[in-house]
């Protein structure tokens, strides 16, 4: 089962901050719920676990996250992960583009274009499920991210 997300949203702080956030899975990542990274194997390519809940039916995949490509002067991530259910229920593969647009107001619009591919027990939740569970996370990321740059930038 496949489906596609697009999200936008912006933060008041400056491009700096966010970007060194963003190209820093040891900053972004504790802001999605239900994901850790456990260690770096090699350049843009991290080891780590995805768990969460779908319905009555939770999944923890252990799971592979690449930076594909990280464009500094055009302000954009390409990110992809691909996990295996740890109880062998299935697999899943996301595939993440993040651009950023500096705002006139001096804040930052972040804007998320995510493909995501889920088979095994899950995908017979449907993409109904999946998009509402997924709307979820991201209001939680939203509020994470958010939270993590306001304190970083007092911290500065």
Partial sequence: MKTNLTKSF?????????????????????CVPGVSIDEKVGENHYKGKVGMKFGPMGVKYDADIFYNEIDIENKKIILSGNGVDSKGNGNAEMKMTIN?????????????????????????????????????????????????LANAEAAA
């Avoid at 933060?11 to 504790?30: C, G, R």
């Avoid at 107001?105 to 493909?115: E, F, L």
């Fill in 100 to 148: 950023l647009t500096e705002l006139d107001s001096g804040g930052v619009k972040m804007d998320a274009i995510m493909d995501v591919t889920v088979n095994g027990k899950i995908a017979q939740f449907g993409s109904r499920l999946i998009d509402t569970v997924s709307n979820q996370l991201f209001k939680q990321f939203v509020s994470n991210f958010s939270k993590k």
């Fill in 10 to 30: 912006e933060v008041p702080q400056k491009t700096e901050l966010i970007w060194n956030h963003l190209i820093d899975p040891t900053k972004i990542m504790d």
